[in-house]
């Protein structure tokens, strides 16, 4: 597999589900990746991505960056609060806003550096309690108090559990984003994404089938 086959795979996927061709975002996942591997997707003219850490992100995005300036680079993992201010510096979109002592972190830096991420929150579907992400019943009022911070996330993201069917997952997830008036929806990796294409997603997130597999060393 590779970029172009992932690609058209998406657009497949969009045309099944009666959806506009390009309506969803392909972010491709470079984190623990060769930078040749991520500069040969970026010359292909690719130019969304998502990383894991912040300090991968600070040692390599800069001067890619600097060549490609209309690069959108996206948070996809664990954000730990006393990285919220480099991850501000960053990032152009955070899907893993989970928790308040977080979302406080985020409110902060936003103001002090007049930046402002997209902000998705990750929601626990699967009410897995080794797993990050508000549950479900708690949405509503994790939602109001973010806005009591002059916070405005875009959009949910889940990871549902694994060995288990997504759909459900990405359905819930979809049905609560319709509920808060949310238009984003993160959900969908290299094994689901055609099914998170059909039910909504507006960013799917694929790693390995794009760069091949990593070799965490």
Known sequence: ???????????????DAGREAGSVTLIA?????????????????????GENYVQETQAKWPDWRARFPDVSVHMIGPLQSNKAKPAVALF????????MSLARKLAQQIDE????PELFVQVNTGDEPQK???????????????????????????????????????????????DHGLPGLSMGMSAD?????????????????????????
């Open 92 to 99: 152009d979109a955070i899907h893993t806003l989970d928790r």
């Open 113 to 116: 550096q007049g930046r402002s």
């Open 193 to 217: 994404f055609e099914i998170a294409v059909a039910e909504g997603a507006t960013h799917v997130r694929v790693g390995s089938a794009i760069f091949g597999a990593r070799d965490y060393g």
């Open 29 to 49: 996942v470079s984190k623990v990746q060769p930078n040749d591997r991520v500069e040969s997707v970026l010359d292909a003219g690719h130019r969304v991505f």
């Open 1 to 15: 597999m590779g970029l172009d086959d992932i690609k058209g795979r998406l657009r497949a996927a969009e045309r």
């Open 132 to 178: 990050a992400g508000i549950l479900v019943d708690e949405l509503p009022t994790f939602l109001s108090s973010c806005a009591g911070l002059g916070l405005r996330p875009q959009g949910l993201m889940c990871i549902p559990p694994e060995g288990h069917d997504p759909r459900p997952h990405f359905r819930l997830l979809r049905d609560l984003a319709a």
